[in-house]
């Protein structure tokens, strides 16, 4: 999707700001919603890596690599299939999927036979990011569809819904718009529980309308909160940001998205990688790997099941972490964990170490009294945080520690 990428930054920098002047109460799960994604959902994802040339063989051949890397253990459990695996509708208008895909069933039957779940992709559009078949006016049938062939997880993308439905049926008319686009996500919502099949629901529409403020009471799980990320620190350091102040609205069956995971991919180095995966789970976002599971290199794996950082991202009180203070190229954020415990993440965003110019870590800041013992996540040490520490960090790298009994 590269068409409604800039309007949503456009939309989500007035709604952040709309947001963050309003601070409205958090939204209430719903019994039904809490019944899945009580933590942020895990598994991988297809278009990160493969985009529109994933098959059936690479969804098996990634599910595989799940068990046999160690990620299933870690807590991945979705393998998710984005755009591009849709066929043609026949007479009755039943979808079937395209020669790369050629039996659903059958994948789902795989994917279920590792213990591991199945997600799937459409849009409310008539047509997908990537132009193929869309749910539009097929909501009902799409989802029982889903169903019988058991998928567990649907990512659904407004893609065209914006430009065909949205704004011909509503030119200039930005309000009703938006309803239409709440109407859409609540109407496929609707579907997915008349199934019966508890289905994982992932909202993708870029954080249009800030859709943190009604997602949750349309079904979503989780919703994107940003347009698309890409594997580059510039990009991913962006959406890390545009999170600040969302923490209010996520929650025990309700997530805020910050999109997929880029570990692995692109040129990200190994602290950029380690940064990523630490801030999302920060975040409490769900963790969707999007690389190339067979040709994962040992030191990406072992990112991506570092249990320590996983547990953070997983933890049950499921509060996500906020931007405690900023001050020029380093961010200290906070996330308070389940057992009274805390979890500090400080980055270096600069582009230089800090050797000659350590930053010294304000605890007071951040709410504690005097020196704290935590665990530091990435070297397995244990250390004592003093006030007024001075810390250096290499460019775009992390400290993450965990404080289990925070003073
Ligand atoms: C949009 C989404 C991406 C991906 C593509 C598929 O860009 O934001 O995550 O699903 O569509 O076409």
Known sequence: MRISVSLSFAVLTV??????????????????????????????????????KVTDKDIRASADQIVATGMKDAGYVYVNIDDTWEGERDANGVLHTNSKFPDMKALADYV??????????????????????????HETQDAQLYAQWGIDYLKYDACSYIQEVM?????????????????????????????????VYSFCQYGMDASWEWAPSA??????????ISPRWDRMFVILNEQAGLDKY???GHWNDPDMLEVGNG????????????MWAMLAAPLLAGNDLPNMKPEIK?????????????????????RAYSEGEVEVWTRHLSGGAMAIAVINAGDTRYSTHPFHLDLRKLGLKGT?????????????LTDNEPLELASHDVLLVRIGAPK
């Open 219 to 228: 079904g979503g799980n989780l919703w994107r909160t940003t347009g698309d």
């Open 267 to 278: 040129k990200l180095t190994l602290a950029e990688n380690r940064l990523h995966f630490s």
């Open 250 to 252: 996520a929650g025990p």
């Open 372 to 384: 704290q013992t935590g665990k530091d996540l990435w070297t397995g040490k244990t250390v004592k």
């Open 167 to 199: 704004e011909k049926q509503a030119p200039n008319d930005k309000a009703e718009q938006m309803r239409m686009m709440r109407a859409a996500y609540a109407k496929m919502d609707k579907a997915l529980k008349a199934t019966g099949r508890p289905i």
């Open 112 to 137: 279920h036979s590792k213990g591991l779940k199945i997600g799937i992709y459409s849009s409310p559009g008539p047509k997908t990011c990537a132009g193929f078949e869309g749910s539009y006016n």
């Open 15 to 52: 709604a952040s700001l709309a947001a963050a002047a309003q601070a409205p109460a958090a939204p209430k799960a719903t019994a039904a919603l809490s019944k899945v994604a009580l933590t942020p959902p895990m598994g991988w994802n297809s278009w990160n890596y493969f985009a529109g």
């Open 302 to 322: 072992a990112i991506l099941t570092n249990r320590d950082v996983i547990a953070i991202d997983q933890d049950a009180l499921g509060k996500q972490g906020s």
